[in-house]
T-cell receptor, first 113, second 113 residues
Framework: DSGVTQTPKHLITATGQRVTLRCSPR?????VYWYQQSLDQGLQFLIQ???????AKGNILERFSAQQFPDLHSELNLSSLELGDSALYFC????????????FGPGTRLTVL | DQQVKQNSPSLSVQEGRISILNCDYT??????FLWYKKYPAEGPTFLIS?????DKNEDGRFTVFLNKSAKHLSLHIVPSQPGDSAVYFC????????????FGSGTRLQVQP
């Protein structure tokens, strides 16, 4: 158990809909990262927040957005969903914003029908 | 453009033998490399890492070797155990990328009893 929690575990929705994925980092960690893993692919970095502020952006679509709240939990919002958005979404956390080692949650499996 | 490549999607070894997992990278700005292990329905778990100033790092049965001139790293597991059966991801980070991890596509290791 990494100490990073993600909800929900599974999400099934239809094209065009909007969903919110939630992540709680390990106690004491200030940084949250979001990654997407499509079928048989490596994890793709989406976005990073550090202490409430956006710190780095990867290949995140404009339809996707994220935020980190004062209690340091983070939410990833996915809108106008397409079939290709079906994937595993992982959240990771680290102590600071420049750590090499990140601790991953169990992931949210999103299925868009 | 895949900056981190794991060219072997799968590897099968006998229990007690050595497992060697390989990873190549193209981005010369990467200065820190990590290996993560992933079981089904779980998030990646950090295994071992190496800084670009070193060429070897050892932790119990796990050793990571880095060849900077060849832009190649490998993970050695000796002796391999059935519990090591999992997907292994190579990842890399650099300070210019704010330490977001770039992952390879993974190698599925099966250790046969």
């Amino acid at each position: 158990d990494s100490g990073v929690t993600q909800t929900p575990k599974h999400l099934i929705t239809a094209t065009g809909q909007r969903v919110t994925l939630r992540c709680s980092p390990r106690s004491g960690d200030l940084s949250v990262y979001w990654y997407q893993q499509s079928l048989d692919q490596g994890l793709q970095f989406l976005i990073q927040y550090y202490n409430g502020e956006e710190r780095a952006k990867g290949n995140i679509l404009e339809r996707f957005s994220a935020q980190q709240f004062p209690d340091l939990h983070s939410e990833l919002n996915l809108s106008s969903l397409e079939l290709g958005d079906s994937a595993l979404y992982f959240c990771a956390s680290s102590v600071a914003g420049w750590d090499n080692e990140q601790f991953f949650g169990p992931g949210t499996r999103l299925t868009v029908l | 453009d895949q900056q981190v490549k794991q060219n072997s999607p799968s590897l099968s070894v006998q229990e007690g033998r050595i497992s060697i997992l390989n990873c190549d990278y193209t981005n010369s700005m990467f200065d820190y490399f990590l290996w993560y292990k992933k079981y089904p329905a779980e998030g990646p778990t950090f295994l071992i890492s190496i800084s670009s100033i070193k060429d070897k790092n050892e932790d119990g049965r796990f050793t990571v070797f880095l060849n900077k001139s060849a832009k190649h790293l490998s993970l050695h597991i000796v002796p391999s155990q059935p519990g090591d059966s999992a997907v292994y991801f190579c990842a890399a980070s650099d300070l210019t990328g704010r330490r977001a991890l770039t992952f390879g596509s993974g190698t599925r290791l099966q250790v046969q009893p």
